[in-house]
């Protein structure tokens, strides 16, 4: 039975389907591999051992009646800011301690539509600000290659839960690369899909012209299942995208011969990791061999990304996080004399410090004065770049890059240096400006054994291509998923 | 940029937020780190370039004006943190 966390969610599903293990048995399994290994991996806020097993005895009753939905009784976890009935969602914060949506996101009921079984809510940044999930208020996870090391952010608990066996697959959300990059150091797949492809409804906003839900999984295959499951049309979010949604499985070709590849000059620049280089030209290569053509290509505004994205996602934040006012939910510090004082003193008490400072950010960004000469002119540098990448996609079909300048760092090592930690997502976050889909595989290995990933982005709605390339190269480069 | 105590006391008010003197100091030497990095934007030409606010194109997202089920009073109510069954209960305002 230990085997069965070594498994994927593909190959669990069959066996499901053809009853050679029960819902009940494996959740069961997963449920003490959690309880035996969340001490020294930190993933997990909230165990949902209950409802699991209640998910999963329903699941092996639809099983029984010959249910063929590939997520049928396999256990997911879920970021802690997806609203999920009746079960504690944190966002990682002090300041939402307690409160329990009333409802589920529509990606959760989509899951449970599917007869997924959740396992329970994991770690990430506070409100899903930073790279490395050391901001959370609850538990800060540890990679599982080597657990003095970070699991990357804000989305650290889904990778970290994926690839130490506690879960199968987990949802969690990308705005500047928070599913990307602990995806490349956890070793797993993270797809961040087209803006709009993925409903937002019950997804607790951070930025919400940059802010995407997507899959982590254990390979290519799994990351297609999850996104047939949480893609397409929703009403109740305005920003989702009414395109039909084809059956990912079907892109898994394995094939890459005719595709234009292009290598963007400027992502391969002084910081560079060699090993993380090496890994990633290795990939390219091996691109080459399969047939695709590869060209060198330029996004020439790649070195604004960073500086775009820290004036608009904080702006968003800063009006987004307006609602933590202790009124409707969450903390409420009782010591004012005054509903402004109680504002104050709540808000003041509930958020951390990186959340802070991104407010003060968006605020300073936004306000009288300021307005014209940063929020007004990073909106329009946004619209260079998204131009940019129009351009670059009329004569390629994909692009491939690095995930991330380096590897995973040790944990406290960026902790006193914001504009550090913010300059490690310069790889990652002109696919949130643009609103295009990207997804990281497994490549390979640093030489101290840390994992490599390697990113592809595509054209808007071209997750095809994505799943096409992704699972030609994950055939020829055959990384293992789980330490 | 750089970013005055001052300054970051009256954005705070703004923000709804209250910084110990500590925390005010560390904030305006980050922020002015960040800003002065932020200056990068100004070797973009965007003299041609309008404003992009959402990631894909589209305009206003309407529905039929119709009632639909929605949360009850209980359930809109059940994380507040100062119980009564029809309101949120607060510090007075005036």
Known sequence: ?????????????EQLRNRDVSSVEVTRFVLNHIAEKDSSIGAFITVCGEEAMQQAEAADNRLKNGDQSPLCGVPVSLKDLLCTRGIETTCGSRILKGFHPPYDATVVELLKKAGAVIVGKVAMDEFAM??????????????????DHVCGGSSGGSAASVASGECYASLGSDTGGSIRQPASHCGVVGMKPTYGRVSRYGLIAFASSLDQVGPFTKDIRDCAIMMNCIAGHDPRDATSINIPVPDYTKALTQDVAGLTVGVPKEYFVEGLDTDVEKTVRHGIRVLEEGGATIKEVSLPRTDTCVAVYYIIAPAEASSNLARYDGVRFGLRDTNGASLAEMYRLTRSQGFGAEVKRRILLGTYALS??????YYKKASQVRTVITDDFRKIFSTCDLLVSPVAPTTAWKLGEKADNPLSMYL???????????????????????AHGLPVGIQLQAAHFKEEVLFRSGSYLEKHLSIPFSP | MKVTEKEVAYISSLARLQLGEDETRTMAAHMSRILEYIEKLNSVNTSTACSTFHAMEKTNTFRDDEVKESLSTLEALRNSPSPHSDFFIVPKVL
């Open chain 1, 1 to 13: 039975m230990s085997t069965i966390l070594k498994t994927t969610l593909h190959q669990l599903s």
């Open chain 1, 368 to 373: 009288s004065g300021y307005y014209d000469a």
């Open chain 1, 130 to 147: 930073g790279s490395s999930s050391e901001t959370c208020a609850y538990t800060i996870p540890r990679n599982p290659w080597n657990t």
């Open chain 1, 424 to 446: 490690s997502d310069i790889l990652t976050i002109s696919a949130n400006l643009a609103g295009i889909p990207a997804v990281s595989i497994p490549a390979g290995f640093s």
